[in-house]
């Protein structure tokens, strides 16, 4: 199933991905994906599917990718957009 329509991320891909990294923090999960979050409406249904939600990703206002870079976070908890 489709969860992510700006990527195109998967529920089976990003629930591999995810245990591939020990992560379950769907920000991480995404931009290990190379497709990291556009508009963000999917990181809280990301986040319950991975069994955390998206809270943890949020506490720090950005979550480390896999590339070392940040991807920061809007205060809603939605991707910002750049």
Avoid: W
């Avoid at 870079?69 to 809603?76: C, E, I, M, R, S």
């Amino acid at each position: 199933m489709i969860v992510c329509l700006c990527n195109g991320h998967n529920d089976r891909e990003i629930r591999a991905k995810a245990a591939e990294l020990g992560s379950t923090c769907p920000v991480t999960v995404y931009a290990a994906l190379q497709g990291p979050p556009r508009c963000g409406r999917c990181l809280d249904y990301a986040g319950r599917m991975l069994g955390t939600g998206a809270q943890h990703c949020r506490n720090g206002a950005a979550d480390r990718d896999t590339t070392g870079g940040f991807v920061p976070l809007a205060k809603d908890g939605h991707a910002a957009l750049a």
